[in-house]
């Protein structure tokens, strides 16, 4: 299948003995930007896909069409594989499965289906979770889902911040035996509550929002945990980009005192040109 090979290597990462950090993802620049620098894959994480898509925060806003289509435009844009974060799956354990199939679709290298309860419930203020039966119902919804095999299903728990992190093994354990390929967590406090996880668990791990303290590769590594998020930097330092050249254009800096900005051979780069140019002439009959 097309998108095989990207999956193929998203599995290698989580079948080798070493922890990396994904580069944050969120359109077609900043995916070949993060392949041209050599990273072994993309996160797409929600809360930057609703920033990008919408311009709005992180609260289930945005559709499953609008993630699979954004996801669409940076696989066309670049072979990096790219792990998606898909929420709750948009709904309930069918609207699970249907959600692996646009996301397989649209290129996915792997995804991740939560046990967070969304969108949030009407008159409660704080993070609420599924059952543990319904959250087991859409890991198997989402591994029944997929048609290629090789795609990356990853279940995921935030019961650590939650509830409590005997809450969160006992999910992951249950994830686990409905098959999915990989367990993410994110609230893990500290190393103690790791190694417990590690303890309990066989499944490669994927961390997301640790504190500083579990951000040591090597420890990570000898803990079983394959990919370690570093949060989404990337889309807030071009929002603060935009700002700064917006604010200083506005109030009357000429474009060529403008600092910062990319380099003419940045944004060829970028945007592939020589590819283009060699296409043109090909086709065109037009001069490299």
Do not use: W
């Not at 925060?57 to 993630?67: F, V």
């Not at 289509?69 to 699970?96: F, I, K």
């Not at 910062?260 to 009959?285: N, P, Y």
């Amino acid at each position: 299948m097309a998108f095989r090979s990207r999956r193929e290597k998203l599995r290698f990462v989580l079948s080798g003995a070493t922890c990396v950090h994904p580069g944050s993802v969120y359109d077609a620049i900043s995916i070949r930007i993060a392949e041209d620098l050599g990273f072994p894959l993309g996160m797409f994480g929600g809360s930057v896909a609703s920033l990008a898509v919408l311009g709005d925060p992180d609260i289930t806003l945005i559709t499953l069409t609008e993630l699979a289509e954004q996801m669409r435009r940076m696989s066309r844009a670049a072979a990096l594989p790219v792990l998606v974060d898909a929420d709750h799956g948009y709904g309930n354990a069918l609207n699970v499965r249907r959600a692996v199939q646009e996301l397989e679709a649209a290129g996915a290298a792997g995804l991740t289906i939560e046990d967070t309860l969304l969108p949030a419930a009407f008159g409660e203020a704080k993070a609420q979770l599924i059952s543990l039966e319904e959250g087991v119902g859409k890991m198997k919804a989402a591994l029944g889902g997929r048609s290629d095999a090789s795609l990356v299903v990853m279940g995921r728990t935030g019961a650590a911040s939650i509830t409590s992190i005997e809450d969160a093994i006992r999910r992951a354990i249950a994830y686990e035996a409905a098959g999915v390929d990989a367990l993410f967590f994110t609230g893990i406090k500290s190393r103690a509550e790791l190694e417990a996880v590690t303890a309990a668990t066989h499944l490669p791990i994927v961390l997301g929002g640790a504190p500083e303290d579990l951000n040591m590769l090597d420890y990570l590594a000898g803990q079983r945990v394959r990919i370690a998020l570093q949060g989404h930097a990337p889309i807030a330092a071009a929002t603060q980009a935009v700002y700064e050249t917006l604010k200083a254009l506005r109030e009357g800096a000429p474009p060529k005192s403008l600092r910062g900005i990319a380099s003419s051979e940045l944004t060829a780069r970028v945007m592939r040109e020589a590819d283009a140019r060699a296409r043109s002439a090909d086709v065109l009959g037009l001069k490299k």
